[in-house]
């Protein structure tokens, strides 16, 4: 797995932009926000009352998913 819930969500997005997508399908749509800086993964699904574990394994599939498909 390349991403984890304790993930800073900068972090994924700076390393990973195809995940971007992701974020969105998901609702959550604060990637670029001041608190994407120091928040992980599970604190802004938590907050935005997302279910952590479905973004962490669709993130990850969009990461492995050479094509770019997602």
């Known amino acids: 797995m390349t ?9 994924i997005v700076r ?8 974020f969105l399908q998901h609702g959550l749509m604060c990637i670029g926000c001041a608190a994407a ?10 907050a935005h009352g997302i279910d952590v574990e479905g973004l962490v394994k669709d993130l990850n599939a969009a990461v492995e998913d050479k094509n770019g498909n997602q």
């Open 37 to 46: 800086r120091f928040e992980n993964l599970e604190q802004g699904a938590t």
């Open 15 to 22: 390393k990973y932009p195809q995940t971007v997508k992701v």
């Open 3 to 11: 991403i984890s819930k304790d993930m800073p969500i900068s972090e």
